[in-house]
């Protein structure tokens, strides 16, 4: 753990143990970068359930900034606004299943800011039956003595399993081992994934709480048209985060009787093996499951994509004669 003093411009917030992992590309940190290897695809069908500007208000309009089109395929920085409460169910094709450490993530748009950053925080709940949500254990330490106010100090220490905990382009993953217990839930199939925007109010009246029953504090009001979690995509992984240094594909280079063969090995069983040039060519296919491999590539970059029983790993390979 570590004693942290927190300070704005003009304000000094209260002491706070921080013992969560910290932002996007720090020492410690499990945030998952958006060009992460591990990431075989993405969110591609969701629908939403749109919340308030501002829940509390007299007469409560809806968000409107983004559409349901911003939240699919990669992580690029546009995203759909979900309001004070606003749901994002995303259905999946291709099942999520439980594999070593994190199983999916989430992005948002968060960002540094004022020596702190600026996140905005959403629950997140899964499903195997499109009708049982099982809600991962959220955690707060934010200090709930003070609102913390619409662009406002923030660190990302103060919370887990909350997502938008990380600034973009960083994702929050999720680990579905955590739920392997909860009734009614297959971890190994899991087809829906669903985005519950916190309403960071103390108010006792809208305040959302986390799993220890703690209110959840993140920046409110946020009374514009794109007020709420900013929603950006999801990304399934099937292999484990540890996987470039595994190295599931290493490159090599070999002598033969005339120049210098750039070739790579494969570490991993598989059932199909393709390699793309940059402009998409197809530029050599394999069905053997062998290891090795020298395929005569020219000078370029490639995608070396294999097809296993698990999915779909993509690595890019860079060829310097």
């Known amino acids: 753990m570590r004693f942290f003093i927190f300070i704005t411009i003009c304000t000094v917030h209260s002491f706070i143990w921080a013992q969560f992992d910290p932002a996007g590309g720090q020492d410690g940190s499990k945030a998952v970068h958006r060009d992460n290897a591990s990431i075989?695809?993405?969110?591609?069908?969701?629908?939403?359930?749109?919340?308030?500007?501002?829940?509390?208000?007299?007469?409560?309009?809806?968000?409107?900034?983004?559409?349901?089109?911003?939240?699919?395929?990669?992580?690029?920085?546009?995203?759909?606004?979900?309001?004070?409460?606003?749901t994002a169910t995303y259905y999946l094709?291709?099942?999520?299943?439980?594999?070593?450490?994190?199983?999916?993530?989430?992005?948002?748009n968060g960002f540094e800011w004022v020596g702190g950053y600026f996140l905005e925080l959403a629950f997140v709940e899964v499903s195997s039956d499109g009708n049982r949500f099982?809600?991962?254990?959220?955690?707060?330490?934010?200090?709930?003595?003070?609102q913390i106010e619409n662009l406002a100090y923030m660190e990302c220490e103060w919370y887990h399993n909350l997502a938008g905990k990380h600034q973009a382009p960083y994702g929050t993953p999720f680990d579905l081992e955590e739920l392997k217990d909860s009734v009614g839930l297959n971890i190994?199939?899991?087809?829906?994934?669903?985005?519950?925007?916190?309403?960071?109010?103390?108010?006792?009246?809208?305040?959302?709480?986390?799993?220890?029953?703690?209110?959840?504090?993140?920046?409110w009001p946020t009374d514009f048209e794109s007020g709420g979690f900013d929603l950006d995509a999801i990304g399934v992984l099937q292999f484990p985060l540890d996987v470039n240094e595994l190295g599931v594909i290493k490159r090599f280079v070999a002598p033969n009787p005339s120049s210098i063969s750039v070739g790579f090995t494969v570490n991993r069983s598989y059932e199909y093996l393709t390699i793309y040039a940059s402009n998409g060519h197809l530029v050599y296919s394999d069905s053997s499951n062998k290891t090795k491999h020298q395929p005569g590539l020219s000078e370029g970059i490639y995608m070396v994509q294999l097809v296993t029983q698990n999915g779909i790993f993509t690595q890019r390979i860079c060829v310097i004669q």
């Open 188 to 219: 190994n199939a899991i087809s829906h994934v669903r985005i519950v925007d916190v309403v960071g109010c103390l108010n006792d009246s809208f305040a959302t709480r986390d799993n220890e029953g703690r209110k959840v504090n993140d920046p």
């Open 134 to 146: 099982v809600r991962f254990p959220a955690q707060s330490e934010a200090d709930t003595t003070k």
């Open 40 to 86: 075989s695809y993405w969110g591609d069908s969701v629908s939403l359930s749109l919340g308030y500007t501002r829940i509390n208000a007299s007469n409560p309009v809806v968000v409107t900034t983004g559409e349901e089109n911003d939240a699919l395929n990669m992580a690029d920085n546009r995203t759909v606004s979900l309001g004070d409460g606003g």
């Open 93 to 108: 094709s291709r099942e999520i299943q439980n594999i070593d450490g994190p199983d999916f993530v989430v992005f948002e």
